[in-house]
């Protein structure tokens, strides 16, 4: 490529819109308070999360920044708003627990933010996607490099390896990683990769399976599992080995690992060989008697019900630990079909292109749900509504005459 070439394609990659530039500046910042910010000294310093002072920020910005510039919002729009009218209907009609209405609120508000955050992912990404992957790549970086100390020096989480300030929370911190290796890899299949990236691509994947996070690493495995299917005509028999060689030296390498004792909370992976075994056991199943009457089971309890126990002390803690069962038990039987055709409408409004990957995250968040309310948590939320966001605004995701990787 000639000097002037390069010249000019630098110079597309930063024409930005100027009235795309707040939602761009907007989705970094939220992007950096999630996977920079260290979680747990907002936690224990504010009583909330880094990012929730971009997300709130974001629930004004967004209609105003709509309707101040007469930008169309989505085509699944409708089914959205619907879940969450819902959702906010069965929580008062039902009645708030004691004096927590701030609190309940809080939550709404909170997991509407993250809706609030895809639509500012979406209109950065409509505008310019290789500038805000390329700037997903840069905050990513420094919490990678963070994991990579750690596998050579000792790991810092509570399992395994951690980003800075989730050492407590083995989740979040497995979570996080696969945040960076959704997008990553979205980035990978856009514009190509070269050596440099399929490594970061490949650490960013490691340190999610040392995280000592089974729930990650079972959306890792189910997420590139189903790529893999999906992909699996296009792929090169060099690249499909490579893959191969590669998880099994990850494996290998974790099973060596949890021998020492500095990682032997590895050997907690030993539960995907009895997987019924597990979800039997949780402890959370004896919450279906919070639905043992017919109008509970039909239309749900709403919002307050897992987060005001027998104490009477509110919690922001989520209780239920499985997708279904918070679905039933917040929004019953009809919000839960609501739900599902919103997840059947955004996927509608995919491109077909895009629809595969699309795919594979939900596929891969249902199987998480079996152990946490994967949608309704703060990293994964917004993972899914920020990949939503960013698939839905390409027109032809990924370039037909480039071969994958």
Known sequence: MSGANIKDSNKRLFQVNTSYNAPYLLSLLYLISILIFPKGYFVDNFGVRPEDFIGFSLLFFVPIYVFFFKIPTWRSGNFIAFYFWYLLFITLINGLSGDFYAQVFVLFFKELSYVAFGFAMYLAAKNNTRLLLKSIQIILIPNALYGVYQI??????LYGISPFGHETSPASSGILYFFGFIFYYIYIRLYGGGLFKLGF????????????????????FVFCFFEFIFNFKKMRIGVILLALVFILFISGLTL?????????ALLRYQGFLTPLEVIENRGIWFRFEWINDWRYMLFGNGLSIGHVPESGEFTYRMRMDNLVLYLLVVVGV?????????????????????????????YSFFFMGLGIEIFQTSISGSLFWGVFGLLSALNTSFDKDKEFL
Do not use: E
């Open 152 to 157: 050579f020096n000792g790991s810092l989480g």
């Open 201 to 220: 691509l490949a650490i960013l994947f490691s340190l999610v399976v040392l995280s000592g996070s089974k729930l990650s690493v079972l959306g890792l």
């Open 256 to 264: 060596f690992l949890s021998y020492d004792p500095n990682w032997s």
């Open 334 to 362: 009809i919000g839960t079909t609501i739900f599902i055709a919103m997840i059947l409408a955004m996927f509608k409004q995919i491109n077909s292109y895009s629809k595969k990957v699309f795919l594979s995250v939900i």
